[in-house]
């Protein structure tokens, strides 16, 4: 028998390895009261008790008895006996997952409140209107959330009264009102639900307990898991907390405080305090917040603390913390504290900071950054001048530049990024209900919060622009428009451009430019602290990674572009884009031709301009590989369209013979499923002279760039082999035409000639292919489409969406490699082949050899190098140097 499960932990019982069980918010209470931080005490229900629960309907037996033992321990703690009615222990019943969600699952402040503790904490604390006004708050919450009423009801009833004492903030209600507003919530809840609110504070803590379960499921947790890639089975934890309380006076108050700055990085404290507030005040962004140095003033002693604190939590985790905190008469109480999220731009300077602070090691800073993260400070900037003057200035909360039409609810948001088009979702203050429409568009700019808004963590969670607190918007949700200070109007569909690393609104679309890092990347030349920390980064990444990485490029501009990126060789450089434009002719020609004369002039033709292509090219990748690719897609997709033809013949008056040919053509070539067609080696096999054309034209183009005192390392490359002996006679006829040329020139190549793996038949039989190979290169978009049997434009436009959110897919296959199917095909594949052929290189070609995951993947499955296209370069160079140091330390990522 295993040791008997335990479902309840006192905060001084856990610990900061403890967040599966205890989720993150727990295990950072227990950490903290560990080292001596002033955490007001409480215990944790694990996520087992949750799992129990959300798989059978009831809690596991145990947990009450847990539960209820956990609760004499702290009432003997505090002194204090939850709801007495005299002098009452209140307690939160907090959610908290494993990894942050925040905002998405429910919290409940002040249970142990009732028509009698109400009194007994007037009394307590002297403070009538406050006591009336936390009762209220109980009544509301716990109806809500854990009775399951309608919360506009309440809204409303609020309202009335405020409507009636002609005030605009709860904060003008007085005791009485406040006690009548109670009673009529408690009527309220009486109508709706039949029930009375429950007077009982055990039965209070323990469904509130059972509510915060729930919120597991609720709708927004599920979209906000889907996005953030969260598994649906952790469950959630459950604090149940001392209650502290910010909203005693002016000595009193709550905020959340930042050890670096989460939007730059830049060192310093930062944050928001509200005073007299309690905690949700300040997430919710309903008062608008002082920057957390005022606090400094209010109460310099407490903020000294307050730093102090901060600065024990950031040595402790050696990495940016944030920090929920109250401060209750004078005295600082710690409420919360994680690593905290940031922006990419944050991310990059505090590792590369706190490597300089000698805190981290080079290796970990490289593991605190990630290619994402990189990706995202590479897109473009608006360029601005000086007579752009912005509509409004607000919050730089998260960075990057955005354009699109302004929307005013989610649900718009989602209908028109649904359409195709860009969306900035503009509210006065976001709440989570705005997550859809969070997601769906371009940008979120809010007229009130800071940088700790629910916009502002949410959005830069995401690596969402977003602008909040433009204060001089006037922003009508109703009429669907803004107004700006200087009377400007903005309505629904009009479109701006967000600029989040300025914090600015302009009308219009403002023109791009490279971003600060995406130029310097090119020039490899650091220009500020941002490109510093990150060209650092990348050095140490080259330093210590196995893998190559290569470039998808077809065009010598491409091929200097990546080169500058740090590519290594060319993977994969297609050649059938150069048999476009005005080739295209040559290509009718070639495919019409009945004789073989015919057909020799228009390869003839061909020959000196992929000669020319290739030339160049391996003048702009000198001294590195070039795998060029032989013809792979079906020849008719360089033939006119079908119907085109047909109506243009049907309409001319005197038909063009030449239509009415290419028309035949198009007709006997047509084929009910081309991707599984005439294509790849079985072209190369079936038209006569075409590969010839292209071996000779590669090995022309070499010898002339040795001739030109150049270092050419071309590599002719096979598509769509299925069995090996399709590459042994590609790979036949491909030396014939280079001992041809070498006879001709006196030039002996070296030329290795490989073959794509892309179909199931040829990963199972590599063994046999690589006797042959000289290189294999998966192309994982033809071996994903092949393996699962699905064509991915189709498969995309059709079902993607649907499993997706049905959980067939977490991710895309075509996005990150499916380990377990296509992975494994090429793990076969890669050992197969090395056994047989110890020298065959290996790479990766699909776009799959710059996604981050997939990368991982390709260097644990040993894999040489991963080729992409050119802007995902760096972050593929960090990725591999990453993976180098996750499989070798196992460094764990915190975040
Ligand atoms: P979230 O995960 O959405 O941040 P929290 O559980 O942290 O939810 O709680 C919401 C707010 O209530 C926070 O501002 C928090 O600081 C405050 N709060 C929670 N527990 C207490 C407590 N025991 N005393 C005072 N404030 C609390
Ligand atoms: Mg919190
Ligand atoms: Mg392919």
């Known amino acids: 028998m295993s040791k008997p499960m335990k479902y309840v932990y006192a905060f001084a019982e856990g610990g900061r390895d403890m967040a599966a069980l205890l989720g993150g918010k727990g295990a950072g209470l227990a950490e903290m009261t560990r080292i001596g931080l002033p955490v007001p005490p409480g215990f944790t229900v694990t996520t087992d008790a949750c799992k129990v629960y959300l798989k059978t309907g009831e809690e596991p037996p145990e947990l009450a008895v847990e539960a209820a033992q956990a609760l004499a321990g702290l009432e003997q703690a505090m002194g204090r006996t939850l709801g007495a009615p005299d002098d009452p222990l209140l307690v939160s019943v907090r959610s908290g997952a494993r990894f942050s969600m925040p905002g998405m699952m429910e919290t409940i402040l002040d249970i142990g409140l009732n028509d009698e503790s109400v009194a007994g904490i007037a009394k307590a604390t002297g403070q009538e209107r406050f006591a009336w006004d936390s009762y209220r708050r109980l009544v509301q919450m716990f109806g809500h959330t854990v009775m399951g009423v309608d919360g506009d009801l309440f809204e409303e009833a609020l309202t009335a009264h405020k409507t009636r004492r002609a005030v605009a903030d709860d904060h003008l209600l007085d005791a009485g009102e406040l006690a009548e507003l109670t009673e009529e919530f408690k009527a309220i809840i009486r109508k709706e639900t039949g029930e009375d609110f429950p007077q009982d504070p055990a039965e209070q803590l323990s469904r509130a307990i059972r509510a915060v379960f729930d919120s597991w499921n609720t709708e927004r947790a599920r979209v906000y898991r889907q996005r953030e890639h969260i598994s649906e089975d952790l469950g959630t934890a459950v604090n149940v907390q001392a209650m502290v309380f910010g909203n005693l006076g002016a000595d009193s108050g709550t905020g959340v405080a930042f050890t670096r700055d989460p939007a730059t990085g830049e060192r310093g404290v930062y944050g928001d305090y509200l005073p007299d507030a309690q905690g949700e005040d300040v997430v919710a962004g309903v008062r608008d917040a002082l920057p957390l140095i005022e606090l400094k003033k209010l109460n310099g002693p407490v903020y000294g603390e307050l730093v102090d604190h901060l600065r024990t939590l950031e040595d402790h985790y050696r990495d940016l913390c944030d920090v929920e905190f109250t401060v209750e008469r004078g ?24 490597r300089e602070e000698g805190t981290v090691s080079e290796d970990e800073a490289l593991v605190r950054v990630s290619g994402a993260e990189l990706t995202r400070l590479m897109f473009p900037r608006f360029r601005t001048t000086s007579d752009d003057v912005p509509l409004a200035h607000g919050v730089p909360a998260s960075p990057g530049a955005a354009v699109g039409a302004v929307v005013f609810d989610s649900a718009e948001a989602v209908r028109r990024a649904a359409a195709g088009e860009q969306v900035v979702l503009v509210r006065r203050e976001t709440t989570p209900d705005d997550l859809p429409g969070m997601i769906a568009a371009q940008a979120v700019l809010t007229s009130r919060g800071g940088k700790t808004s629910h916009a502002a963590v949410v959005a830069r969670g995401m690596g969402k622009v977003c602008v909040c607190g433009a204060e001089a918007l006037a922003v009508d949700t109703v009429a669907r428009r803004f107004t700006t200070e200087t009377g400007t109007v903005v309505n629904e569909g009009d479109v701006v451009s967000v600029d989040g690393t300025a914090g600015t609104v302009h009308l219009g679309e403002l023109p791009l430019t490279a971003s600060e890092v995406g130029r310097a990347l090119e020039t490899a030349a650091a220009a500020g602290p941002l490109t510093e920390a990150v060209l650092g980064a990348l050095a140490h990444a080259d330093s210590v990674r196995r893998l190559q990485v290569r470039a998808n490029a077809d065009t010598p501009e491409d091929a200097v572009r990546a080169r500058a990126l740090g590519a290594q060789g060319i993977g994969l450089c297609r050649t059938e884009h150069m048999f476009l434009g005005e080739r295209r002719a040559l290509v009718e020609a070639m495919i019409l031709a009945r004789e073989d004369t015919a057909r020799e002039e228009a390869l003839a033709a061909l020959l000196p301009l992929q000669r020319e292509d290739f030339t160049k090219i391996l003048e702009a990748m000198d001294g590195l590989p070039v795998t060029i690719r032989l013809l792979d897609p079906p020849l008719h ?90 590459l042994r006679l590609a790979r036949t006829e491909a030396e014939r035409v280079l001992a041809e040329v070498a006879a001709e020139t006196g030039t002996e190549l070296d030329c290795p000639i490989g073959t794509m793996i892309e179909l199931p038949r040829a990963a199972l039989t590599a063994g046999k292919i690589a006797g042959t190979a000289d290189f294999f290169s998966f192309g994982t978009n033809d071996l994903t489409q092949t393996t699962w049997g699905l064509s991915r434009d189709d498969a995309e436009a059709s079902f993607f969406p649907l499993y997706l959110e049905k959980g067939v897919f977490e991710v895309s296959p075509f996005e990150t490699i499916d380990q377990e199917g296509v992975g494994r095909l090429v793990e076969i594949a890669v050992e197969a082949g090395r056994a047989v052929n110890p020298r065959l290189q290996t790479g990766v070609c699909g776009e799959h050899g710059g996604d981050p995951d997939s990368i991982h993947f390709f260097h644990r499955a040993g894999l040489d190098y991963v080729s992409c296209s050119p802007f995902r370069i760096p972050a593929a160079r960090l990725e591999a140097g990453r993976a180098t140091l996750t499989e070798t330390t196992r460094t764990s990522d915190t975040r």
């Open 637 to 726: 997709e360089f033939l006119p369209d079908r119907m085109e033809l047909a109506v243009r013949l049907a309409e001319a008056a005197e038909p063009d013979p030449r239509d009415r040919e290419l028309l035949a053509a198009v007709e006997r070539m047509h084929e009910q499923n081309p991707m599984l067609g005439l294509r790849g080696v079985r072209l190369g096999l079936a038209v006569p002279g075409l590969m010839a054309m292209q071996v000779r034209a590669v090995a022309e183009a070499a010898t002339a760039r040795l001739r030109a005192g150049g270092d050419p390392k071309a590599e002719i490359m096979i598509p769509l082999v299925g069995t090996v002996e399709e």
């Open 331 to 354: 005295k600082l109480w710690i409420l919360q504290t994680r690593v905290g999220k940031r922006t990419a731009e944050a991310a990059f300077r505090i590792a590369h900071d706190l």
